[in-house]
């Protein structure tokens, strides 16, 4: 069996197994796609390099349809924003796990799970790994003034590279990672923001997988072969989507500006001190 063939036989045994899943899978069309090393969905299509799909079994192909499919149910290639995108994907991936642990999924080992996180939004997800990030950031920096004279010069290895050469290049299969080591890294099955043909935020397809998750789900309700906790994940998908703290700081800075002011009638307070202020 071929690489595509064998991914659109995981998303019909999907279909069979778990119909909310396999029925929202349908929407994605499958492609070979070697540009990239393992998967990702970008709310239109699954990609898939071939040669990673290659070493995988039935199992792992079936938990890749499944883990892309609720990238998308969880509007994953949406609600990035201005967000690193590496981190962004492994927050997603920590809450996506656990819907799969809490629906009764068997989970593949050295997965990306953490049960403090049952519950949350990605956004809450993704903060505390920025947060720990930092920290270690923090700790090493510390360490590295410790025993470093080299004036934070540094090789150059860590450059990211701006010859753009990372992202035109093919994957073979000598270059593609095992599935446990991608499953490790958080990077098997990944997200793209989702774009229109001008290469901006593709607000139709959001709206679109917005209404096919809510008949999806209404669907569910009265098939009810899904638990609950995961339900409740899905179900409050799109808490979190606004940054609180953006929104306090924008409501902040109009305070005090809400008001209008006039010299028509001057402000009669002020006016036995010989002030003269607007009203």
């Not at 990239?36 to 349809?65: M, R, W």
């Not at 149910?73 to 492994?90: A, C, M, T, V, Y």
Request: proline share 3%; hydrophobic share 30%; aromatic share 8%.
């Amino acid at each position: 069996m071929n690489a595509l063939s064998k991914m659109e036989n995981a998303r019909t045994r999907l279909l069979l197994k778990r119909p909310f899943y396999g029925a929202l899978a349908l929407r994605l069309n499958i492609v070979e796609d070697n540009t990239q090393p393992t998967a990702y969905t970008d709310g239109k299509v699954i990609g898939f390099n071939s040669h990673f799909v290659d070493q995988i079994d039935k199992q792992e192909s079936l938990f890749l349809v499944l883990h892309e499919v609720l990238h998308c149910i969880l509007k994953h290639p949406w609600r990035k924003g201005s967000r690193d995108h590496e981190l962004f994907n492994q927050a997603g991936d920590y809450v996506i796990n656990l819907v799969c642990l809490n629906d009764g999924f068997k989970l593949l080992s050295n997965i990306l799970l953490d049960r403090k996180y049952d519950g949350k939004s990605t956004e809450w997800v993704y903060a505390d790994l920025e947060s720990q990030r930092r920290a270690n950031q923090d700790e090493a920096g510390d360490a590295g003034d410790a025993g470093d004279d080299s004036n934070g010069q540094g090789d150059g290895n860590n450059s990211p590279s701006t010859s753009g050469e990372e992202t035109e290049k093919e994957y073979g299969p000598d270059d593609v990672p095992t599935f446990s080591e991608a499953v490790k890294s958080g990077q098997f099955g990944e997200f793209r923001e989702a774009t229109d043909e001008d290469g901006n935020a593709d607000t139709d397809s959001a709206d679109e997988w917005e209404g096919a998750v809510q008949i999806a789900i209404a669907q569910e309700k009265a098939r009810g072969t899904m638990s609950g906790k995961a339900l409740a994940s899905i179900q409050g998908r799109n808490e979190g989507m606004i940054d609180w703290s953006e929104t306090l700081a924008n409501f902040l800075s109009d305070s005090g500006n809400n008001f209008d002011t006039t010299w028509s009638k001057p402000n009669r307070r002020f006016i036995g001190r010989g002030q003269y202020l607007p009203s």
